[in-house]
């Protein structure tokens, strides 16, 4: 670029081109890239398989492998089925205990209420046999003084 700033016709053109170049260059590099992983994917996948298959049926390729392996799970099904049976007693064990404060609190609940009931009534069984025990000497007195 000269001193002035301005660009020359031979110095634009080859930039020109080597920017098409760069563009032609960079659109091949990606097909080539996108045509490299259409194919490496489904590869890696297949060996991965293979590779998981093969895990999976070694253990059971001889007897005493195979004896093994079978041991082992057993093991961690008995252990899974007595972490089950304590995870379900220890609920078990929860709700009864729930069950049982529910109950004795409702059964406090329903004494207190009827010991109230029955204060109120005797109190008021009290006042109705005194009001009628008065009434009944006012009503005596009073037909003495008429008679």
């Known amino acids: 670029m000269p001193a002035n700033g301005t660009k020359t016709a031979s110095n634009t053109a ?3 081109a080597k920017a098409e170049r760069n563009v032609t260059d960079s659109a091949a590099t990606y097909v080539r890239q996108s045509a490299e992983r259409s194919v490496d994917v489904p590869v890696g996948a297949v060996l991965t398989v293979a590779d998981r298959v093969t895990e999976l049926v ?7 492998t ?9 093991t961690q099904v008995t252990r899974e089925f007595n ?4 995870r379900g007693t220890s609920a078990r064990r929860k709700a009864t205990q729930r069950a049982r404060t529910t109950r004795n609190r409702v059964r406090r609940d329903l004494t207190q209420r009827r010991r109230s009931v029955e204060r109120t ?11 009628v025990r008065k009434a009944r000497t006012t009503v005596q007195e009073r037909v003495g003084t008429l008679v």
């Open 14 to 16: 080859g930039g020109t």
């Open 58 to 64: 070694e253990p059971w390729t001889a007897r005493t």
């Open 66 to 74: 195979a004896q093994r392996e079978l041991k082992s799970i057993r």
């Open 83 to 86: 972490k089950l049976e304590r």
């Open 121 to 131: 009534l005797k109190q008021n069984r009290t006042q109705v046999t005194r009001r």
